[in-house]
Antibody
C-alpha cells in the first residue's frame, strides 16, 4: 500500500524555522517527483513546492520562494520541507504529495494525512 | 484570488445531478494542460477524483464525470448521495506562473 506520513508540524513564532518530513512507503520513492501542498484553516488548497525524481530540479510558489527549501533523501524514502522566516500567513496543514505526470500536467495521486504548522506569537 | 475560478458552493437533493465549473485562461486550461479534480471529505486529505479532464481512477463511481472545453472544465455528479457532501477542487498547471494552480474549491451540500 502506498503511504505518506508527515512529521514535524507544530507551533512556531513569526520569523522562526521548522522542518517538515514525509516518510514514504509502498512505492519506489526515487522514481517519483514529490510536492508539498498546504491548506490554511478554512481555506482552499495551495501548491507550495515540488522536486523532481532526480532532485536536480525544484520549484516554488511565489509566496514561499526564498524562504522554503524542498529536498529529498532517497536512501530514507523521505521528503523534506525546510521553512525559514515563517509568517503568520504560513499557518496551514501541509500535505506531502506523490506526483504523477499525465499529458504534461502534474497531479497528486497519493496524499499524506497532513501536518499542522501554526505560526503565532 | 485563485487562478482557477470555482463557485463557492452548490447544493442538490439526493438523486439529483449537480455540476461544478472551473474557469481558467489561455495560460492554463485553454492550452495543452489538463484539469484534474479532487474530493476532500470533512477532516480528511484530498483524494483524486478525476484526472486528465474526464478519466476516473479505479474505485471512483461512474456517477462522477468530467469534461473540458476551451478555458473551462466541469465536474458532474449524478444520482447525488449523502456521502458526496464534500469540498471539490480543480487543478491544472499555469505556463505563465510555471506553477501548479488550484481552484478555490466548491462546497457541495446534499440537502
Amino acid at each position: 500500500e502506498v503511504q505518506l506520513v508527515e512529521f514535524g508540524g507544530g507551533l512556531v513564532q513569526p520569523g522562526g524555522s521548522l522542518r517538515l518530513s514525509c516518510a514514504a512507503s509502498g512505492f519506489t520513492f526515487s522514481t517519483f517527483a514529490m510536492s508539498w501542498v498546504r491548506q490554511a484553516p478554512g481555506k482552499g488548497l495551495e501548491w507550495v513546492s515540488a522536486i523532481s525524481a532526480t532532485a536536480d530540479n525544484t520549484w516554488y510558489a511565489d509566496s514561499v520562494r526564498g524562504r522554503f527549501t524542498i529536498s529529498r533523501d532517497d536512501s530514507k524514502s523521505t521528503l523534506y520541507l525546510h521553512m525559514n522566516s515563517l509568517r503568520v500567513e504560513d499557518t496551514a496543514v501541509y500535505f506531502c504529495a506523490k506526483e504523477h505526470l499525465i499529458n504534461v500536467t502534474p497531479l497528486v495521486d497519493t496524499w499524506g494525512q497532513g501536518t499542522l504548522v501554526t505560526v503565532s506569537s | 484570488q485563485s487562478v482557477l475560478t470555482q463557485p463557492p458552493s452548490v447544493s442538490g437533493a439526493p438523486g439529483q445531478r449537480v455540476t461544478i465549473s472551473c474557469t481558467g485562461s489561455r495560460s492554463n486550461i485553454e492550452t495543452v494542460y489538463d484539469v484534474h479534480w479532487y474530493q476532500q471529505l470533512p477532516g480528511t486529505a484530498p483524494k483524486l477524483l478525476i484526472y486528465s479532464n474526464k478519466n476516473r481512477p479505479s474505485g471512483v463511481p461512474d456517477r462522477f464525470s468530467g469534461s473540458k472545453s476551451g478555458a473551462s472544465a466541469s465536474l458532474t455528479i449524478t444520482g447525488l448521495q449523502a456521502e458526496d457532501e464534500a469540498d471539490y477542487y480543480c487543478q491544472s498547471f499555469d505556463k505563465s506562473l510555471s506553477s501548479w494552480v488550484f481552484g478555490g474549491g466548491t462546497k457541495l451540500t446534499v440537502l
